[in-house]
């Protein structure tokens, strides 16, 4: 018995260590790339203002979207909001708000001290949903077209460039 | 020549341990029971010279020598002098060295303080821990050198990261790393007792005062650690579970699980091989956490010196490590049959392991999780504070109750005599716990069950003293300690369910109400300081109740080396309650962001966790002077 106890233990010690070489060697920067084209599925995100839910063809019905993760209490967030206004005059794309881990006063009051970009709007109080689309930190982007594949991530918020960058993808 | 100079000495030392260990392998050959004067000279002088080291290094960040890399990377010479020797151990080459000062001068102090031990066990002692010192000592000369020299000489510096400047900082990683490396005497101790046999109780007196030193420093290093996040980061909050916090909670876990056994061992003679482990795992758990903090491999918003390339060496370092230890443990261990009483204080603090084991395992887990995911499944994760609070805090309230009855219970058997008076405690707990929770109108099952037992500990504490004092029989350290602990529980708790929270966009002039409070922005100024300019906000609350006013002034700062825009909170400290409030920019708007907290009972946080800390020096010192 206390053989087995040592082996497994020994093993279990080498699996800890081997994990820890390779991770190593992995990239610790978050990378996005590896998203990109992949296809989003099985949404289920809760509507801001009441309890029904945004499914996936709620999102087939646009050409493209930008799924935007934002909070109130996040100080990036504000400073990505005037572009996100400039943004939602463009006719090609809608813009989907989940409210990340945030209070629905201060989000609404938001909202209305420096605009509403957005067509839809859900919220996403634990901050359980947006793991599923892979969100590491708010603010984050994420463009998809009409099939629900993954364009472009952007980690952080969003600059003239990436702005300028949507805009081209979507004409 | 400060380069050559640093490298000498570093070189020297090298040379120096290995002179050491040469001479301690042939002082065990010879049959005399002293250590012979040669190695006590030795290790003075290797102290003294790695101390000389030290300060070379800092003597180049005080002349801003930006020949020297890590001066160069680390410091400018518009910074202010405390903030230059500060930039000594802020960057990873510099915090090594401190490992290093602080392994030699405790193994030197070991042997001065060890005189009534064994010869062979002292000497195996100052074998392994050198082992350990060229082990780092290599590390740092070749691949970590703070003495690197920098062609051609730079005129200026890069600076030192603005938030690292700052007071609590400053002395934040000495003091952890005192905790951390002082460790490693333990785990030398540990191995040198496997190695001679020495498992007489007087082992546990030889390591039970650099257990609990370091538990001590590992504990204020926290604290100021914790203070620090408070007001520098900006979020109103002190504990983030966050994996730099957690690596440096899992060794704290251990070391507290290890002096408490230790007593065990001392009065019974039980649990020698459950020490061992422990004394072991406390070293073997500093270095996986300064692995896991300076190689990379785990995000997190305060790493600040890391490099996955030096990860390899540590790796490899922590792998032999833990494999020597483990051999030799295997190697020596023998089953030992305990028949313990279930109701005796030995079972008592055996259980109080278990507990610590378990915080250990669940937060060691968590924080090398997004690790294991990454490598398996290649997806990118973050344990979070949910995860901490959803399985630890429930099993806080139990471990309370556990605490609260242990000390009290008697060596070998107990009889269950007290239990009426422990009823009545706790009665008198929860009626305190309602008339608090009816006051205030806020309910929660969960912290109610933790401050009732946070009461229950604290009120059958202080009972306990006054019986005590009576008898003149008191043990200070102990009830100190227990009481403080959990009145940091209490404070926590109560804390967690007062809080207010308010966030608020304004512009100068105008006014926001709420609850009980109004906050003005009355004034905005721009001043230029020495190495930063900062937008200085006064806001005036005031509390529409008491008609109190306060002014607070939180500030955003720019600093230009390196260019970083960093939020000040403004703090206005009281007896009862913190008012915490941060500032930041709009772009391209006239309005401020303003976040305003009420937190209750914040200074009694710090306070109690100090109460803590002062009980462990109070037995230091009872030790010391009974020896």
């Known amino acids: 018995m206390q053989r087995i106890i040592k082996i497994s233990f020994l093993i279990t010690l080498f699996f800890i260590i081997g994990v820890f070489f390779i991770g190593l060697n992995k990239d610790a920067n978050y990378n996005t790339i590896s998203l990109v084209g992949k296809k989003i599925s099985n949404i289920n995100l809760e509507h801001f203002e009441d309890n029904t839910f945004y499914k996936d063809n709620d999102l087939k019905k646009n050409n493209y979207t930008l799924i935007n993760f934002w909070a109130s209490w996040c100080a990036p967030c504000r400073d990505e909001h005037p572009l996100l206004i400039q943004l939602s005059k463009e006719k090609n794309l809608k813009i989907l708000g989940i409210n990340f881990k945030d209070k629905k006063n201060q989000a609404d009051k938001f909202l209305n001290d420096l605009g509403n970009p957005y067509d839809f709007l859900a919220k996403d109080e634990q901050g359980k949903h947006s793991v599923i689309f892979g969100i590491y930190g708010i603010p984050e982007s994420i463009l998809v077209n009409k099939d629900l594949v993954i364009l472009k991530k952007f980690v952080g918020p969003l600059s003239f460039e990436d702005i300028s960058n949507i805009i081209k993808i979507i004409n | 020549m400060i380069s050559n100079f640093g490298n000498l000495l570093l070189s020297l030392n090298i040379f120096l341990s290995f002179v050491i260990i040469y001479c301690a392998l042939k002082c065990l050959k010879t049959s005399g029971k002293l250590i012979s004067k040669t190695i006590y000279q030795i290790s003075t002088l290797q ?27 680390n410091s400018h010479t518009l910074k202010p002098t405390f903030y230059k020797i500060a930039g000594t151990w802020g960057n990873h080459e510099g915090s090594l060295l401190l490992w290093v000062i602080i392994l030699t001068i405790f193994s030197f102090l070991f042997l001065v303080f060890t005189k009534k031990h064994p010869k062979e066990f ?16 290599f590390f740092i000369l070749f691949n970590s050198n703070p003495f690197s020299v920098l062609s051609p000489i730079p005129i200026e510096g890069l600076g030192l990261n603005p938030i690292l400047q700052d007071p609590a900082l400053a002395i934040h990683p000495p003091l952890l790393y005192i905790g951390f490396v002082g460790s490693s005497i333990y785990f030398s101790a540990a191995m040198a007792s496997l190695l001679t046999n020495y498992s007489h109780t007087s082992f546990a007196h030889s390591i039970k005062n650099w257990v609990l030193i370091s538990w001590c420093f590992q504990s204020l290093g926290i604290l100021v650690g914790s203070i620090w996040a408070y007001y520098e980061l900006g979020w109103g909050g002190f504990w983030f579970w966050d994996p730099v916090e957690n690596v440096s909670l899992l060794p704290w876990f251990a070391m507290t699980a290890l002096f408490h056994s230790l007593i065990v061992f001392e009065k019974r003679g039980l649990f020698y091989f459950w020490v061992i482990t422990l004394c072991l795992l406390t070293f073997i758990l500093s270095v996986t956490g300064t692995f896991l903090v300076r ?29 020597t230890s483990i051999f030799l443990f295997f190697k020596k261990y023998k089953k030992e049959n305990y028949d313990l009483n279930p ?3 030995e079972t008592f603090i055996l259980v109080n392991n278990w507990f610590m084991i378990f915080y250990l395992i669940t937060i060691f887990l968590g924080t090398i999780y997004p690790i294991f995911t ?17 399985v630890i805090l429930p099993i806080v309230a139990i471990f ?20 009426k008076n422990y009823l009545f405690i706790l009665l008198g707990s929860i009626l305190i716990n309602f008339l608090i929770v009816f006051l205030f109108k806020s309910y929660s099952v969960l912290s109610n069950l933790i401050i009732i037992s946070a009461l229950f500990l604290i009120i059958s504490s202080l009972l306990d003293a006054v019986k005590s004092l009576k008898n003149k029989k008191i043990d200070f350290a102990q009830i100190i300690s227990h009481a403080s602990f959990g009145f940091l529980v209490l404070f926590i708790g109560l804390n967690n369910i007062f809080s207010i929270e308010k966030d608020y966009n304004i512009k100068l002039g105008e006014t926001k109400n709420f609850s009980n409070y109004s906050i003005k922005l009355q004034n905005l100024e721009l001043e230029e300081y020495s190495n930063y300019k900062a937008i200085i906000g006064e ?25 970083t825009l960093t939020y000040e909170a403004a703090i206005k400290t009281s007896i009862l309650k913190d008012y915490y409030l941060t500032m930041s920019n709009i772009d391209r708007s006239e309005y401020y962001n303003i976040k305003f907290q009420k937190k209750p009972l914040m200074i009694w946080i710090w306070i109690s966790v100090i109460m803590i800390v002062f009980g462990g020096f109070l037995r230091f010192f009872q030790n010391a002077k009974n020896n």
């Open chain 2, 47 to 73: 102290s003294t010279i790695i101390i000389i080291c030290f300060f070379t290094l800092v003597a180049a960040f005080i002349i801003s020598d930006f020949s020297l890399t890590t001066v160069y990377q």
């Open chain 2, 122 to 137: 002292r000497i195996f002692t100052l074998i392994i821990q050198n082992i350990l010192i060229v082990g780092f000592l």
């Open chain 2, 295 to 323: 190689s990379g491999i785990l995000n997190s918003v305060h790493t600040f010196a890391s490099d996955p390339a030096r990860g390899i060496y540590i790796l490899l370092f922590l792998t032999l490590m833990i494999f």
């Open chain 2, 343 to 345: 109701n005796s204080k």
């Open chain 2, 374 to 390: 990454d490598v398996i499944t290649g997806s990118k994760i973050s344990v979070g504070p949910p995860f901490y609070n959803m």
């Open chain 2, 400 to 419: 309370l109750l556990v605490m609260t009855i242990g000390p009290k219970v008697k060596w070998i058997k107990e009889r269950f005599e007290n239990f």
């Open chain 2, 539 to 563: 806001l005036e609350i005031i509390n529409t109740k008491t008609s109190k006013k306060n002014i607070l002034r939180p500030e955003i700062r720019i600093y230009d080396n390196p260019q």
